[in-house]
């Protein structure tokens, strides 16, 4: 079936540690995105990238980075996870066409402590 | 700037009852205006979208949604709640094509027997 595949599902880390949560889609879809979701602040954009190889930063990007090496994978590193980066992060794409919605995936919920 | 509010942090209604739930936006040039629907510990499905033409637009599970231009205004509505609607709805708003789409803080819907 066609979609977003996010690993893993759910992630407890230690303060301090690395930790890169991955993101694979089978649509070809250039454009690809990371949000977090936090209660009473809905989904923020965390980085973007509209084609492989190119990345842009969004509106919550401090503290991870993200890579673009071909179409269809999207890692998000958190290079030394803190507190505050407990959330759920959902990967989406969204395809060319201009009139195309985001697709997301099932999200992975990570909880730093 | 560009920015989604959705009023209606939480509603309840009775099952059977209708359902109208806010979005208003931000946003400089021509919206393309969807919502989101999350069920718990899911992803995010597309309800409906707006792109152009008939400001009323319909969607799955018996969803409808009216654009005005004049209120800046992207309102869900369902005639006939089910208890399955217990959700949360998210409301997002952005340009064509692969851009990134910013999205309100959601609405948490709870459906009373």
């Known amino acids: 079936i066609a979609g977003i595949t996010q690993a893993p599902t759910s992630q407890i880390l230690a303060a301090g540690r690395r930790m890169t949560l991955r993101c694979t889609q089978d649509m070809r879809h250039n454009a690809m995105y990371w949000y977090r979701q936090d209660l009473g602040l809905g989904l923020r954009l965390i980085h973007y990238s509209n084609t492989a190889g190119t990345t842009g930063k969004g509106e919550v990007p401090d503290g991870y980075s993200v890579s673009r090496a071909n179409t269809d994978d999207f890692p998000l590193t958190l290079a030394s996870a803190v507190p505050s980066q407990t959330s759920v992060y959902f990967c989406?794409?969204?395809?060319?066409?201009?009139?195309?919605?985001?697709?997301f995936g099932q999200g992975t919920r990570l909880t730093v402590v | 700037a560009q920015s989604v509010t959705q009023p209606d942090i939480h509603i309840t209604v009775s099952e059977g009852a209708s359902l109208e739930l806010r979005c208003n936006y931000s946003y400089g040039a021509t919206p393309y205006l969807f919502w989101y629907v999350q069920s718990p510990g899911q992803g995010l499905q597309l309800l409906l979208k707006?792109?152009?033409?008939?400001?009323l637009v319909q969607g799955i599970k018996g969803f409808e949604a009216e654009f005005k231009r004049s209120q800046s205004s992207f309102n869900l509505r369902k005639p006939s709640v089910h208890w399955s609607d217990a959700a949360e709805y998210f409301c997002a708003v952005g340009p064509g094509g692969y851009n990134k789409l910013i999205f309100g803080a959601g609405t948490r819907l709870a459906v009373h027997p």
């Open positions: 989406a794409s969204r395809g060319d066409g201009l009139n195309t919605e985001a697709f």
């Open positions: 707006y792109f152009s033409g008939d400001t």
